[in-house]
């Protein structure tokens, strides 16, 4: 999976690719990360990439010839690539929309600035993504949020393939509580199950918990989750019992 992006902040990325997930992931050569300036792009001796907006308004525009041509020239070599930009204003970014980013191989990923992008920019992508409904001083963040959850997908770069699956939000639910030793932490015990070596019973109290969790903290998400039908009875039961809280 080749990440180029485009940003008038190249440093950013660079301790990225050094550590963990990433890190591992790009010393591999599972994943590569490239960070090129949109300065490179420009042709003017102040090397402009923004400029005031017509009709006037506070703030100033990303440029669109510094942009289209890093597109451009980063399209022209390596394989195939979709082009993503960061903004506010796009779609809101997730566990499946990165499973779809994962899968296209190649992304050029422009890092707005400023107040916005000139208009025609927007021609030139393949999507737009926000990660979340506030306001950012830039689109590296959001970059970099994207390249951690895009590479954890790419095959080969967890060591179990089983860990990105049973991640909260992979089956639409969030992940059952975990703990580690020591058994006992200042009165609070692990579960007995956990302990009993019971592995089918491990896994039914996880599937429980994991969608005792969901119901309380986000049962947004129960609609679009993957229950079976022994799922949707302990939901009944536990709705029936007084709430998520109850056992
Ligand atoms: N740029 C500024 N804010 C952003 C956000 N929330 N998501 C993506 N890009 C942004």
């Known amino acids: 999976m080749v990440f180029d992006i485009l940003t008038l902040f190249p440093e950013f990325f660079s301790s990225t690719v050094r550590h963990g997930v990433v890190g591992r992931a790009a010393a591999s050569g599972l994943i590569e990360v490239n960070a090129r300036s949109l300065r490179d792009y420009t042709e003017d001796r102040h090397r402009t990439t923004d400029d005031y907006p017509y009709g006037g308004g506070h703030g100033m525009v990303m440029k669109v010839e510094p942009v289209v041509k890093g597109i451009e020239a980063l399209k022209g070599s390596g394989g195939p690539a979709n082009v993503v930009l960061t903004t506010p204003q796009g779609r809101l970014f997730s566990q499946p929309l ?4 994962a899968s296209k191989g190649r992304l050029i990923i422009v890092c707005g600035r400023y107040e916005g992008y000139d208009e025609r920019i927007r021609e030139f992508a393949d999507y737009e993504i926000s990660i979340g409904d506030y306001v950012l001083s830039g689109g590296e963040i959001p970059a970099l949020v994207m390249i951690d959850a895009v590479s ?3 095959p080969g770069v967890l060591g179990e393939p089983e860990s990105a699956k049973s991640d909260s939000f992979s089956r639409g639910l969030l992940e059952y509580p975990q703990y580690t030793r020591p058994e006992e932490f200042r009165g609070m015990r692990v579960p007995e199950v956990l302990l009993s070596g019971n592995h089918a019973e491990i896994e039914k109290w996880r ?12 049962p947004d998400l129960l609609e679009k989750a993957d229950i079976a039908n ?9 709705i029936k019992k007084g709430g998520p809280g109850s056992s």
């Open 152 to 154: 954890r997908l790419v």
């Open 207 to 218: 599937r429980k918990e994991s969608i005792r969790r969901t119901c309380l903290r986000r």
């Open 230 to 238: 022994g799922d949707r009875a302990f939901l009944e039961e536990m």
């Open 98 to 101: 990165a499973e779809e980013l």
